[in-house]
């Protein structure tokens, strides 16, 4: 049933929407604060879905541009990312609340030549206490996911998770002016306000020029480094 509701959708509201099918899906979500994610997966709204690797991640790897390591995608869906940036000289950990999503990927990706390089896990990132730190951390459509208020517990786990050299990478979006969410809108200040208090200071916020479909002109690619330390297992 997801599948189909996939398919009959446009390649605007399917792939790289804005989140368009917004009034279900948010109904959704907000009936059910508990497993209001499980139950989109469970109902095939993923509206997010891009159902392939975001390009902008993609272009970084093959530029050689991320730190080699442990990486965290948190919020994951399917998992593209992960699988897209998983390789010998890192190992990527991709974590979801949603069982359907990780099980989904895992079945998505459990014959990729890279899989060695990645796992799939199912944690609540705000109560997920993983044994060892990261050097890189990817945020694309999780930071809008997450209902505005638990902006600062975001930062808190983002600096507790990384390590001291790490590099938090967040792609921002979206950046717009609409009232409500998921996706609640962002700005660069809304990341600023909650990452400088912990030690983090902008490498550089560039425009994500590889943006897709109508997310163009409402993404920018901020990649963050912590210069004062306070990770916390
Ligand atoms: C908007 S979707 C984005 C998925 C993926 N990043 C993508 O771009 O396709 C947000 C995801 O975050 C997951 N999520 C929501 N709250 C979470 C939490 N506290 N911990 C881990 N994952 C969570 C949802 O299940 C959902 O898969």
Redesign the pocket.
Known sequence: MAAERMRGETEETAAGSL?LNQSAFQKLIHSSPEDG??K??EQGF?P???GRP?PIIQQLYRMGALPKGRAL?????????VVSIACPERYVVG????EI?IKRAIQLFSSSPNTNHFIFLK??????HPTELFDLIF????F???EPK?RVAWAERMSGLLRPEGELITLMFPISDHIGG??YKVSISDYEEVLCPLGFKAISIMDNELAVGPRKGKEKIGRWKKIRSNSSL
Do not use: R
């Not at 995608?73 to 990312?81: A, E, L, N």
């Not at 944690?123 to 997920?128: C, G, P």
């Not at 945020?139 to 999780?142: I, N, R």
């Open positions: 989140f994610w499980e989109c997966w993923t997010w879905d891009l975001t995608i948190p919020g994951c869906g399917t998992g593209y990312d974590i979801d609340i949603s999503a944690e609540d990132f705000f109560t997920w945020d694309y459509t999780f809008c996911a997450i638990m998921p996706p």
